[in-house]
């Protein structure tokens, strides 16, 4: 009886690829775990101290669903350093999750086209069904660039958004300056909106982050703090764009999340000041290992940020090479879990030294079986 309560719209999203992970890592004794996307440092211990301050001061309180001022203000400030423009607006959420289910509520109507990019972000395609929009994905395989002319021929007359994310998860490529020029001012042309998860933003390795809201100004932008200052589990991000459109999902915002919880805010402000270069280089570092030790025997596209990489499987199918994975206690993601194509493995290495150290002894053996 209660399958038939079930609406159709909770069948449109699929995380079970990433919840199979989690209940694995718990199940093997000692695991090589390359699969979570999660920082692996401790949150700054500025941020644990401004929040437990807000909590002994009573902060626990719910707050104006854009998020207390001190902490817009801050934002603010930064956005309008970087960009300059007069209507950009910012609003805090929970989660960068939160922000991109905001903004396909808050923008697609349903019967709508979204175009997206495969691979992508697990939760892309269901956001967008929530909404009643149609996902559109556009395969950027072999090399993972931004492939401008399939994007042009895919719009359509009912196409309302694109959606992009750069560095990438699972891919870790960043598209180029000229690359992004092209897609925001395509983007403009076509009057689309256009919608950049910029969560990764702060791990960009080889070139300096590029947003196409330099471009566009139109562009909707959402970043956030978990994976800079590993504050995954708090629930604190923010979206920025025209103010239009943030007073928009401000007010979607106070129907459903309502805020974002007001400690983690305060621990919000607090990040801001703390100095993640030594992090951000760290992950250089250990992104440069992998690739030296693995690069001879797995095809992998040039991860300039985030923390992945994305091999091309060297036999088999994504879920015999992750048996055999996991039959080593090692356990990546398939491809499949972020692609309509099975071709492919995600690696993480927000792990530490001894972690990434078994995991490539142990992918060197699997390449070479």
Known sequence: MTREWIAERSAKFDSSGIRRMFQLARQVKDPVNLSIGQPDFPVPAAVKRAMIEAIEADRNGYTLTEGIPPLRDKLQAEIDRQFGQADRKVMVCSGTSGGLTLASLGLVNPGEEVIYFDPYFVMYPGAVALAGGKPVPISTYPDFR??????????????????????????????????????????????????????????????????????????????????PYAMTGLRSAYVHGPAEVIDALAQLQQLTFVNAPQPVQWGSIAAMDVDIQPLVNEYRRRRDFLLAELQRDYEIPHPGGAFYLFPKLPWGTGEEFFQAALAESLLVIPGTVFSERDSHFRISYAADERTLQRGVEILKRLARR
């Open 146 to 227: 931004l492939p401008i002319e399939k994007v042009a021929a895919a719009i359509t007359p009912r196409t309302k958004m694109i959606l992009l994310n750069s560095p990438g998860n699972p891919t870790g490529v960043c598209y180029s300056r000229e690359e992004l020029r092209q897609i925001a001012e395509l983007a403009a042309e076509h009057k689309l909106c256009l919608v950049s998860d910029e969560i990764y933003s702060r791990f960009s390795f080889d070139e300096p982050h590029c947003s196409p809201a330099e471009f566009n100004p139109q562009t909707v932008v959402v970043d956030g703090f978990s994976k």
